[in-house]
């Protein structure tokens, strides 16, 4: 792909957003200023409703109950952003979970589980991957199926067992912090992989590509990205993200069964939405998302210290999912309405003039 191609077809993206910006009044109106905003309302409310939410212990649970959520919002992100969507992340996360349990429990030694746990991320990435890219099925379809699919084979590994006799040594990530802080190793890791996904999109042709690839598909292949391979990659590294999520959730819980990660996937759309991410592709940043992961964690902690009913905890998730999708994407809906309605007032036959046809 020749570079001025490239650059010019990234400049008719929204992208990367608000990191070359030089003008103070428009980075004050955007969507991450204003949830900056949002995340310290939430630290002042969970300060007044409950005298723990800025203790320690508390964000330490805080990070580690969120870990898991916010590392799958990283490759999600990606994937929204290329105008695709992966609803199967917490399947994967659960069939990494029941692997790992089973293998395990077959006496298998630790790092050879982690290599085979890696592969089948690796697989059920491909898996999506390949059937959007290749075979041309719409993301939504494939990956509702395939969280069917990959939610069964963790049900087929270990059916009603639970495995939960793992070494100290692992299942302390859920009980320790790093090098004895309160920064728990799933925040952490987080931590990490937010700085290595934030520099790939914001900093590299690739990310750029990823942008362009989410404003129009058909321009990208035009100028030469090579859109199929990227996002089977997308894909691919959504699949082992997840399947170290499966890790740390498996580890965490000191448990392995076939319902690890049940239903999280809503949480990491939720999540990446929340944070900017346009549902419609080609706008987002990775400081949005680490915000969203932020706020998402607040609330669903402060609701957890009021003793919020965890029945209805669904709720505050549908609400955020709904404002993400539809405050930020205002204007273009709007601006939809309002050429939908223009154009069915061009189309609409005239009214004869009173009088017209008569001498």
């Known amino acids: 792909m020749e570079p001025d191609r490239d650059m010019s077809l990234a400049a008719t993206v929204d992208a990367p957003p608000g990191w070359r910006s030089r003008i103070p009044a428009r980075n004050m109106l955007r969507w991450e200023t204003g949830l900056a905003v949002v995340v310290v309302a939430i630290g002042v409310l969970g300060v007044t409703t409950s005298s723990e939410f800025l203790t320690g212990t508390n964000l330490f649970n805080l990070g580690l109950q969120s870990g898991e959520i916010a590392i799958m919002a990283l490759p999600m992100a990606l994937i929204i952003i290329s105008g695709e969507i992966d609803l199967s992340v917490a399947s994967i996360m659960g069939m990494a979970s029941a692997v ?57 590994i270990l059916g009603p067992n639970t495995i939960s006799n793992f070494p100290t040594a692992y299942t302390n990530i859920g009980v320790n912090g790093v090098f004895g802080t309160n920064l728990s190793f799933s925040a952490a890791i987080f931590i990490v992989l937010a700085v290595i996904f934030g520099v790939v999109l914001h900093f590299t042709p690739a990310g750029r590509s990823i942008y362009a690839m989410g404003a129009s598909p058909e321009a990208a292949t035009f100028a030469g990205i090579r859109v199929k391979r990227i996002k089977t990659l997308l894909y691919i590294t959504s699949g082992v993200i997840c399947s170290l ?3 740390l959730l498996t580890f965490r819980l000191s448990t392995a069964v076939n319902t690890n990660g049940l239903g999280l996937e809503l949480d990491v759309v939720a999540v990446v939405l929340l944070g900017g991410v346009s549902i419609f592709g080609g706008k987002g940043t990775i400081a949005g998302v680490v915000l969203g992961v932020l706020a998402f964690a607040g609330i669903s902690n402060a609701l957890l210290l009021t003793n919020f009913n965890q029945e209805a905890a669904s709720i505050p998730v549908g609400i955020l999912l709904l404002i993400s999708v539809f405050v930020p994407n205002m204007a273009q809906l709007t601006r939809r309405l309002r050429d939908a309605i223009a154009r069915r007032s061009r189309s609409a036959p005239s009214a004869p003039a009173i009088g017209a046809g008569h001498d």
Request: net charge positive.
């Open 100 to 156: 790992l349990g089973y293998l395990f429990g077959k006496g298998w030694p630790m790092p050879a589980v982690f290599v085979v746990v890696l592969l089948v991320g690796i697989l059920a990435g491909a898996i999506n991957g390949l059937l959007v890219t290749r075979v041309g099925l719409p993301s939504l379809a494939v990956t509702i199926g395939t969280l069917g699919l990959y939610r069964g084979v963790a049900n087929i």
């Open 245 to 247: 999520a499966g890790v």
